[in-house]
């Protein structure tokens, strides 16, 4: 199956003290390129996300977003600090009795000042945040993967509608070329019967013109070699697996036969045909960019 390197995936998973949430979203790359925003308490698990996402992904620019939300209040704790307290009380004790003013303090004021409550977050047991992870992770995968999928067979399908409309231009080069150089001939043989009147015609002359004519335009490489093309991509486009690489050099090469195709023109159907040739490849390369 054909796989496009665009693709989004969303999972969540959660117990009653954590949540973790999964996004990961891909455009088109030539190679793989991983880009990981991971909060703190998931950073050592870093090496399993990635090795995670190369067994399932092998081309594409992929960011991946993950978040974690503690959802249980039970993980804070508010620390008295009685020492600390005792010593605010016996500082401001010395400060009314030196400037002689009233002390108002009182146990509500007391804790307002630093450190004598302190809010803390409790060193709970973290071992369910790689299960959670990895749960999260592996649910966006599987709908990240889907996304691709769908859409890869949508390019397919474009791509083998292009094949055949590029078989028709092959195939009118195909049968024109042999026409041109009949004609060629034809016209040839017709200027000089012009030029001679009543002498006779030198057939031999007349060929050994037409054969360096016929070589210096003929396409019969060209279309065989585009013929080739087609056929190939066909066939990769229907194996399916990763071929963006392969189908991208095709394309490549589909175009270096038509630019040659047109070098060679001196017929307007020819040039045509060329010119719809390249516009074709242009529009299949830039769907192939998005093939994995």
């Known amino acids: 199956m054909i796989k496009s390197m ?6 969540v998973s959660f117990n009653e003290t954590r949540k973790i949430t999964v996004e990961m979203k891909s455009v088109n790359h030539r190679y793989l390129d991983l880009n990981l925003k991971l909060p703190r308490k998931c950073n050592p698990y ?15 620019k992929v960011d991946v977003y993950v978040t974690l939300e503690e959802t249980a209040d039970s993980n804070y704790r508010i620390t008295y600090n009685s020492n600390m307290a005792a010593m ?3 500082h401001l004790k010395c400060m009314s009795e030196e400037f002689q003013l009233k002390n108002d303090i009182t146990a ?6 630093p450190d004598v409550l302190v809010t ?7 071992t369910d945040i790689p299960i959670l992870l990895m749960d999260a992770l592996g649910q966006a995968m599987d709908q990240f993967l889907f996304n691709r999928s769908t859409e890869g067979q949508h390019l397919c399908n474009d791509l083998l509608d292009k094949m055949t409309e590029m078989e028709g231009y092959v195939q009118i080069l195909k049968d024109r070329s ?22 006779q015609v030198d057939e031999g002359r007349i060929a050994a013109e037409v054969t360096i004519y016929a070589d210096k335009v003929c396409i019969d490489e060209e279309i065989v070699r585009l013929s080739s093309h087609v056929r190939e991509t066909k066939e990769a486009l229907l194996s399916g697996g990763e071929v963006g690489r392969k ?7 589909m175009n270096r036969e038509a630019n040659t195709v047109l070098s060679k023109s001196t017929d307007v159907t020819i040039a045509n045909m060329g010119i719809s040739l390249k516009t074709l490849i242009e529009k299949v390369r830039e769907q192939i960019q998005n093939i994995e």
């Open 6 to 11: 665009t693709g989004f995936g969303r999972g």
């Open 46 to 60: 870093e090496a399993d996300v990635r090795n995670f996402l190369k067994s399932k992904i092998s081309r594409g």
């Open 108 to 113: 509500t004021s007391l804790s307002h000042y």
């Open 120 to 126: 803390e977050e409790i060193d709970a047991e973290e």
């Open 88 to 90: 605010y009380l016996e």
């Open 247 to 253: 189908l991208d050099f095709i394309a490549q090469e």
């Open 178 to 199: 042999p026409e041109i150089i009949e004609e060629y001939k034809t016209r040839l043989t017709e200027k000089i019967a012009d030029l001679l009147g009543d002498h």
